[in-house]
């Protein structure tokens, strides 16, 4: 999995190789570094040179909180990474760095609070009860994937932003191109350019006809002279492209994982108000990624956990392994829905913690809590080892979640 160059440094570069992974597999490359070696040099699949690999916990929170480190010094520089590409436009919220990040953040952060999310609840059970009716009048067994984790996340986002029905197929498609490295670049750079155009057209409508949802939120800020329209186009993207994939894939995870640890599923549906402790448990647990993000730029000499990093130097943090470290989580490697003290870092940390992750939250709990109560005998349909698992991607999930009832 790894090999091993010599530099003229105490750290060699290590090659990450990084695997397609069943399951709730760990990466052992991860978990190698964290225990061994948690400020390395690794090598990833594209990109030039190398970079810092950061992997425990208080120094990810250092590094990606800290202003000496910037993402906006990674654009323009052809850094190691796991994608051919890189996701977000130029102009995207995740490149930026503050005074620039809290701009564009604020610019939709009104739709991201918790009395706007509420709002979103009844419409988000509803499809989920829609959904499952017609799973169940097909009878079993049925693939989760299909009928409830993918459509489920792309309603729930598309009528946040203002797209209408007949375009979600396309949002799907475009996004599945751009988050897996298995289509290469120039497929990804159409897709992105495929989902910039038809935000640009989105947001010029709004401008023109103002509506009450995020697009004309955005072309709000259009008009008043808060963003410029390639801002908001970028800020429309990213949302609508994480916000699907991700909360589908680790929906999709969490359910995987409780069809697998039988006695934590029939714990919940004992004891229903253990949800929300069992949810941040379940967001800590699952591997929700392959690799790592988007890296950072030292801008001077900082050192991160006893080791020099030299300013214009990449790093690449994990809140994977963050999420393990035993330093803050007693038997990290365990499901445990007992564990009160859970100050995970799923969401991210600093400026660029996610905008969304309470409406995550909100589509995990209805998507878990519908199946628990509508389905108690709900099971997997395949022998575990036959459940299929996307490749080369970057957002990692089950590819179907065959189940039985």
């Known amino acids: 999995m790894t090999t091993t160059e010599s530099v003229a440094d105490e750290h060699p570069v290590r090659f990450w190789d990084v695997p397609d992974l069943r399951g709730l597999d760990f990466d052992p490359f991860m978990a190698e570094c964290l225990r061994d070696e948690p400020v390395c040099r690794v090598k990833l699949p594209n990109g030039e040179g190398h970079a810092w690999f950061v992997t425990r916990y208080e120094d990810v929170k250092f590094v990606t909180s800290d202003p000496r480190f910037s993402r906006q010094a990674v654009l323009g520089r052809p850094i190691t990474r796991l994608a051919p590409h890189f996701i977000p436009l130029d102009e995207a919220v995740g490149f930026a760095d503050p005074p620039e990040h809290t701009r564009l953040r604020k610019a939709v952060a009104r739709s991201f ?4 999310l509420d709002r979103l609840r009844p419409g988000a059970q509803r499809a989920a009860d829609e959904l499952l009716d017609e799973m169940e009048q097909e009878g079993p067994p049925a693939d989760l994937m299909e009928h409830l984790h993918g459509p489920l ?4 986002i598309s009528d946040l932003m203002g797209v209408p029905a007949a375009d979600r197929p396309r949002m799907a498609q475009w996004t599945n191109i751009q988050l897996s490295a298995a ?5 990804s750079e159409r897709a992105k350019n495929g989902m910039a155009g038809y935000f640009t057209d989105l947001l010029r409508a709004r401008l023109a006809e103002p509506r009450d949802d995020l ?38 995870q969490m359910v995987y994982a409780l069809l697998t640890h039988p006695r934590h599923a029939e714990r919940l549906r004992a004891e229903p108000d253990l949800l929300p402790q069992a949810l941040e448990e379940l967001l800590r647990f699952i591997p929700h990624r392959n690799a790592v993000g988007l890296a950072r730029i030292a801008m001077e000499d900082v050192e991160v956990g006893g080791v020099l990093i030299r300013q214009g130097e990449v790093v690449h943090s994990s809140y994977l392994t963050a999420n393990r470290d035993p330093a803050v989580f007693d038997r990290p490697d365990e499901l445990d829905f007992d564990r009160t003290h859970n100050p995970h870092l799923s969401f991210g940390h600093g400026p660029h913690f996610c905008l969304g992750s309470m409406l995550a939250r909100l589509e995990c709990e209805v998507i878990v809590s519908t199946l628990l109560r509508r389905f108690p005998d709900l099971c997997l349909a395949v022998p575990v080892e036959d459940v299929r698992w996307q490749r080369s991607a970057l957002i ?3 590819e179907t979640l065959p189940v039985t009832w």
Do not use: C, F, K
């Open 396 to 398: 990692r999930g089950p």
């Open 113 to 116: 609070t918790a009395r706007s």
């Open 153 to 156: 996340p792309l309603a729930v």
């Open 215 to 252: 697009a004309g939120e955005l072309a709000q800020a259009i008009e008043q002279g808060d963003l410029s329209l390639e801002e908001g186009v970028a800020i429309a993207l990213l949302i609508q492209a994480s916000a699907a994939h991700a909360v589908r894939n680790n929906s999709g």
């Open 183 to 187: 289509h290469g670049r120039e497929a």
